[in-house]
C-alpha cells in the first residue's frame, strides 16, 4: 500500500519529462501494487487508467494499452455485474480478441497477465471450471518475475485456486503447485514481509483448512488492513463452518465477507452474496469500517430478523471485532418512533 502513491508520482515524473518507458512501468507498478494492497475499487483509480490508455494510444505504445485496458476490466468486473466476471470481456477489454492478434513473446506474456488476473476473478467469484482451466495456464509460467508486485499476486491467486481445487479428485496435483507458491510466501513471512505472511496464512488454511487455520488468517489480513484478502477469508470460512453444520457461525462469517467486499469496492461480489444468502438483503450496516482505521476497532450492522410479523421483529446488531473469537452478536431493543 505504502508504494501505490510513489508508483504514482513517478508516472507523473516521468511523462513531464519525457521518460516513457519509465512512465509505463510506474503506473504498471502502481495497478500491481494497488490490486495486491486490496485499494479501494471506483470510477477514480479506473480514470486514472483511462488517462493512461489515452497515453499508450497516442504513443502507439500498443502493448502497454492492452495491459491498462486488462486491469480497467478486472476493476470493473469486480465492481460491476456481469453474466461472466471471471472473463475478460466488456468495455474495456476483450481477452478472446485480443489473443488472436497477438502471436510469439506478445501472446505469451499477455495470457499470463490475462490469466493472473483471470484466476483473481475466478476465486473470487467461486468459478471452479474457469479456476482449473486457468491453472492449467499458469502452471506453464515459470514461478519466476523481476517484478515482484506481479509475482506476489500471480503466485498468491494460483496458489489459493490450487489448494482450492486440489481436493477435487481430477485436481489432485495442483496441490504440488500451491505448495510452490506457498514456499514463496513462507520463506518471505519468516523474514519479515508484511506483504507475504496474510497470503501464506490462507495459503495455509486452505491447504489444511481448519477453525484456527481460518481464524489466524483472518486476524492477519485484519491487521495487515488487506480488505480484499479479509473478504476472502471470511467467505472460505464460511463454506467451511457450513460442512461443520454451524449455520449460525457461518452466517456470521458470511456477514463480515458481504461488508468487506462492499469496503473494497468489489460490489459485483457482494451483490453475488445477497442473492445467494437471502437474509444479508435485510442488513443495514451503521457505521462503514475504513480500511485505514485500527483493526481493533468494531463497525457495527442493524440486521432484522426478517419476519413478516412486526410483533416479532427486533433489531439485531453484528458486533464485529478483527478477532474472529471475539465476535459476538447482540441484542438490542427496537427504538419507538417518535
Same mark, same amino acid.
Given at each position: #500500500? ?42 477514480? =483509480? ?6 493512461? *490508455? ?38 474495456? =477489454?476483450?481477452? *478472446? ?6 502471436? +510469439? ?22 468459478? *471452479? ?24 499476486? #500471480? ?46 496464512? =490462507? ?7 481448519? #477453525? ?11 491487521? +495487515?488492513? =488487506? ?99 471475539? #465476535? ?11
Amino acid at each position: #500500500r505504502s508504494l501505490t502513491d510513489p508508483f504514482l508520482q513517478s508516472y507523473k515524473d516521468c511523462k513531464l519529462t519525457g521518460e516513457v518507458e519509465m512512465a509505463l512501468n510506474g503506473l504498471n507498478g502502481y495497478a500491481q501494487c494497488f490490486f495486491g494492497a486490496g485499494c479501494e475499487l471506483g470510477p477514480i =483509480f479506473e480514470s486514472k487508467l483511462l488517462v493512461v *490508455e489515452d497515453y499508450c494510444r497516442n504513443l502507439g505504445r500498443q502493448s502497454s494499452l492492452i495491459l491498462f485496458s486488462m486491469f480497467r476490466q478486472f476493476a470493473l468486473n469486480l465492481r460491476k455485474h456481469s453474466d461472466n466476471p471471471s472473463k475478460l470481456v466488456g468495455e474495456a =477489454f476483450n481477452e *478472446e480478441q485480443v489473443l488472436s492478434e497477438l502471436e +510469439g513473446s506478445a501472446h505469451f506474456q499477455t495470457l499470463r497477465d490475462s490469466s493472473s488476473l483471470r484466476v483473481q476473478l475466478a476465486f473470487v467469484f467461486w468459478n *471452479e471450471a474457469d479456476m482449473i482451466d486457468l491453472l492449467k495456464i499458469l502452471e506453464t509460467y515459470p514461478l519466476q518475475d523481476q517484478f515482484v508486485a506481479r509475482l506476489h499476486n #500471480r503466485l498468491a491467486f494460483t496458489g489459493l485456486a490450487a489448494f482450492a481445487m486440489c481436493h477435487r479428485k481430477d485436481c489432485a496435483s495442483y496441490k504440488a503447485l500451491g505448495e510452490k507458491c506457498m514456499s514463496r510466501f513462507k520463506f518471505l513471512s519468516k523474514n519479515g514481509s508484511v506483504n507475504a505472511r496474510p497470503v501464506y496464512l =490462507f495459503l495455509k488454511s486452505m491447504r489444511s483448512p481448519s #477453525r484456527d487455520a481460518f481464524v489466524k488468517a483472518i486476524e492477519a489480513c485484519a491487521e +495487515g488492513k =488487506f480488505v480484499n484478502l479479509e473478504a476472502m477469508v471470511n467467505e472460505r470460512y464460511a463454506a467451511f463452518l457450513r460442512e461443520e453444520n454451524d449455520e449460525a457461525a457461518s452466517n456470521d462469517c458470511i456477514t463480515e465477507a458481504y461488508f468487506l467486499y462492499q469496503d473494497w469496492g468489489a460490489h459485483a461480489k457482494a451483490l453475488q452474496l445477497s442473492k445467494d444468502h437471502s437474509f444479508l438483503k435485510k442488513l443495514r450496516r451503521k457505521k462503514e469500517r475504513s480500511v485505514f482505521s485500527s483493526s481493533h476497532k468494531t463497525a457495527n450492522s442493524t440486521v432484522s430478523t426478517g419476519s413478516d410479523d412486526p410483533a416479532s421483529k427486533k433489531k439485531m446488531t453484528f458486533s464485529f471485532n478483527s478477532t474472529l473469537k471475539q #465476535r459476538k452478536l447482540v441484542s438490542v431493543k427496537s427504538e419507538k418512533k417518535k
